[in-house]
């Protein structure tokens, strides 16, 4: 036999194995280039993730912060809200005088969106820190909503304080006149108007609906025109004034004239000539309660209308975290390593 015949399947064999070597480096130099290919995108994206998530963390420490304040300022509101109402001449019975409930409206909705303020915040905070979307959503949203709210009593607060003075003038001296101390038994709304009265007279320091000492309309129209005075049982025991219309400190039978014991006021009078009394308060009310619902309904737009600037600030952080916190994107980057190595 040729050794030649012998020799060539030897040959062939080598051939093929040279041949398969070289199309196995090609192709792990390919799959090593195309590797390193995706490598550098991913090396992108994860500096980006590594940007966005350092700003969420910022965020969110700043939004802790936001809520012990915002926490603060919503028990500040709901602490005003109720002194407003449980204080002497509180909304309800300026409410009650003035024949208005805007100011006690505004009032209530104070203690409504300071309470609410106050509970969120301590869900803000939990939902920070669990980094939660849903939390965070439904605290940006509730937000908004008492956001809303405060704002409506900021603009009833305005208008109230623009229509304080319509008809106010006539209702002091009706509500006096036919309401004041008659039949508050049976009758609430004059146990109320009567209340009413008691405390704004304490609170003002004043008697009666307008006027100064010699006016028929301040500390004179008790005894020239009310129910109280003219249906009085006794003349001789009877009071010609209220004692929530007496200085406190002095003898209330100087200031009420009881027996008719003082040369003055208020036995006598109106008069220019008749003595003053130091004991009692002698200006009628009107012009000191103008001032002083012009000055509280001035105190609740500016508190219902200060906060929600603080709430804007609230709502888009916690929006911008609801969007942006997804806890799935760092389970996603360990399998991304973990399919790498394996290849």
């Known amino acids: 036999m040729d050794p030649t015949e012998l020799t060539e399947p030897l040959k062939k064999s080598l051939s093929n194995s ?87 409206y505004v ?41 809303g709210v405060l704002v409506g009593g900021s603009v009833i607060g305005i208008i109230f304080r623009t229509k304080i003075t319509e008809g106010m003038k006539r209702r002091f001296e009706d509500t006096l006149e036919y309401n004041y101390n008659v039949d508050i038994i049976k009758n609430s709304e004059n146990r109320l108007l009567t209340d009413a009265w008691d405390a704004m007279q304490r609170t003002l320091e004043c008697c009666g609906p307008h006027g100064n000492i010699t006016s028929r309309y301040s500390w004179a129209f008790y005894k020239g025109r009310t129910a109280w005075y003219l249906k009085r049982p006794s003349q001789k025991m009877f009071p010609f004034v209220p004692e929530s219309c007496c200085h406190p400190g002095w003898p209330s039978h100087d200031c009420q004239g009881i027996n008719s014991e003082y040369d003055g006021v208020p036995v006598k009078g109106p008069d220019p000539s008749v003595h003053g009394n130091p004991a009692l308060y002698t200006n009628g009310c009107y012009d000191k309660a103008i ?34 916190v997804n806890p799935e994107d760092e389970d996603d980057d360990d399998d991304d390593d973990g399919q790498e190595a394996e290849v």
Not at 54 to 59: D, E, F, G, I
Not at 67 to 81: K, S, T
Not at 294 to 323: N, Q, T, W
Request: some cysteine.
């Open 18 to 104: 040279a041949d398969n070597s070289i199309n196995h480096h090609k192709k792990q130099r390919l799959y090593m280039d195309s590797s390193t290919h995706r490598a550098i995108p991913r090396k992108r994206n994860r500096r980006n993730n590594s940007n966005s998530d350092r700003c969420v963390n910022q965020l969110v420490g700043l939004l802790h912060c936001y809520n012990v304040f915002l926490l603060i300022l919503g028990a500040g509101v709901l602490g005003l809200g109720i002194w407003m109402l449980v204080k002497d001449y509180s909304t309800r019975e300026i409410a009650a005088i003035v024949d208005s409930r805007l100011f006690e």
């Open 107 to 147: 009032t209530y909705a104070l203690v409504a969106g300071g309470g609410t303020v106050a509970i969120l915040a301590f869900c803000g905070c939990c939902g920070t820190m669990r980094q939660d979307k849903y939390v965070l959503g439904f605290y940006g949203t509730v937000l908004f909503m008492v956001l």
């Open 291 to 324: 001032q002083y619902l012009e000055k509280h309904s001035l105190y609740i737009a500016i508190v219902a209308g200060a906060v929600p600037v603080f709430l804007i600030a609230g709502i888009v952080i916690s929006f911008y975290l609801c969007a942006n």
